[in-house]
């Protein structure tokens, strides 16, 4: 290569990587956080993680808007549906019914207890549980009424077994032990 051509490689190049700055002068790194700018509702970072499945970073962005807003219904039916949302569903239990007890009309917050409350074997309340989102809602979800149905299903089917003979009985020994011992 000559030393005119490798000139003007150098310079076309040059011009190609200014072009490609925008004019923002802010050399080849990441921008800074804005400290004039406006910050984004946590809340609403919150429903979108919970929406892409991150409920990890979910409940962070949940936590961050409770030191802003405190604890509103919206930010617990967030907390209790991400942590729902991992499995844990006796901090999700609790953190709904806070939130129930906060907002009585909100049928997402019945639906997500009657979620918990069906998880945890507790079919017949969790039967009355959507059965108020149901009617909160009118109607209009097919997921509270697949919920409802579910749960209804379950109610019917929950057969009681036919009392068995034992063959065991409980014999008492001295003032407060006792001994199971086998019919002959």
Excluded at 81 to 101: I, K, P, T
Excluded at 115 to 135: D, I, K, N, P, S
Aim: proline residues 3%; glycine residues 10%; charged residues 20%.
């Amino acid at each position: 290569m000559t030393p005119i051509r490798g000139t003007l490689a150098f310079i076309v190049t040059a011009f190609a990587l200014a072009a490609c700055s925008g004019g923002a002068g802010n050399g080849p790194f990441a921008p800074g956080v804005a400290k004039n700018g406006a910050a984004v509702d946590a809340a609403l970072v919150g429903h979108r993680l919970m929406r892409a499945g991150e409920y990890e970073l979910a409940i962070q962005s949940f936590s961050r808007a409770a030191l802003n807003d405190g604890l509103t219904s919206e930010i617990l039916l967030g907390l209790g549906s991400a942590y729902l949302g991992l499995g844990r569903v006796g901090q999700a239990e609790q953190l709904l019914r806070d939130a129930v007890a906060k907002d009585e009309t909100s049928p997402e917050a019945w639906n997500n207890l009657g979620v918990t409350l069906m998880e945890q074997g507790e079919t017949a309340e969790a039967e009355q549980v959507f059965r108020r989102a149901y009617a909160l809602d009118n109607g209009e979800s097919d997921s509270i009424r697949d919920n409802l149905r579910l749960a209804l299903a379950k109610q019917e089917n929950s057969v009681y077994a036919e009392a068995e003979e034992q063959d065991y009985k409980l014999v008492r020994r001295g003032s407060s032990d006792y001994l199971i011992r086998s019919i002959p």
